[in-house]
């Protein structure tokens, strides 16, 4: 089975800075892409930011200069450096990982973590 194993989140007070942690296992497939994405009380959950397995990324904009995604490919571990934190930051914040394409033929395994809460509050 495979497992996403979550780290770092936690309270920090705006302006801080927080760096989270994920590692998959057990995966068959490679993974193509690992990422993270958050929800917030009531809110839908969102992309915050992803990485391929060519190191090409994408940022919600709501991020974009404060938030560095990166990875590990041999260790399939994604880490998201989160710094300029503000209370909207606050959510709690899940790490994807996909395996979504292996020789050419698209793959439907999407994996989760059990998600790790930041709270951003002064």
């Not at 989270?20 to 993270?36: K, V």
Request: overall charge positive.
């Amino acid at each position: 089975q495979v497992q996403l194993v979550e780290s770092g989140g936690g309270l920090v007070q705006p302006g801080g800075s927080l760096r989270l942690s994920c590692a998959a296992s057990g995966s068959i497939f490679p993974i193509n892409t690992m990422g993270w994405y958050r929800q917030a009380p009531g809110k839908q959950r969102e992309l915050v930011a992803v990485i391929l397995s060519g190191d090409s990324t994408n940022y919600a904009d709501s991020v974009k200069g404060r938030f560095t995604i990166s990875r590990d490919n041999a260790k399939n571990t994604v880490h998201l450096q989160m710094n300029s934190l503000k209370p909207e930051d606050t959510a709690v914040y899940y790490c994807n990982a996909e395996a979504t394409m292996y020789r050419s033929i698209a793959l439907p395994y999407t994996y989760w973590g059990q998600g790790t809460q930041v709270t951003v509050s002064s």
